[in-house]
Nanobody, 126 residues
């Protein structure tokens, strides 16, 4: 079993930045894709960004391209989501996930992940 813990959320103003962190207790961290997802009140959980383990390919939702950057550190068993130029519509609970079971293509499908963190709240408001 893998345990994930997110941190770094908070309340910021539009245009500001946040860096989310995801720590893993598992020894197999480096073998799986890592995904960041978010869920706003009343909405479905959606894929934000992910990074594959095989070749380090990264994927981003259209809504965050050019603003968010995903990073992974396989030595520290951590992943990060650098979020710049935040907008009010980025307000959500952000989750990291691993234990990817998908094959090929984008790794942004939440149904392909087995292990999830508890989430960290991000609020963007003036």
């Amino acid at each position: 079993q893998v345990q994930l813990v997110e941190s770094g959320g908070g309340l910021v103003q539009p245009g500001e930045s946040l860096r989310l962190s995801c720590g893993s207790s598992g020894s197999t961290f480096e073998y799986y894709a890592i995904g960041w997802f978010r869920q706003a009140p009343g909405k479905e959980r959606e894929g934000v960004s992910c990074v594959r383990s095989i070749d380090g390919s990264t994927y981003y939702a259209d809504s965050v391209k050019g603003r968010f950057t995903i990073l992974r550190d396989n030595v520290q068993n951590k992943a990060y989501l650098q979020m710049n130029s935040l907008k009010s519509e980025d307000t959500a609970v952000y989750y990291c996930a691993t234990g990817y079971t998908g094959h090929g293509g984008s790794c942004l499908d939440k149904s392909d992940y087995r292990f999830w963190g508890q989430g960290t709240q991000v609020a963007v408001s003036a």
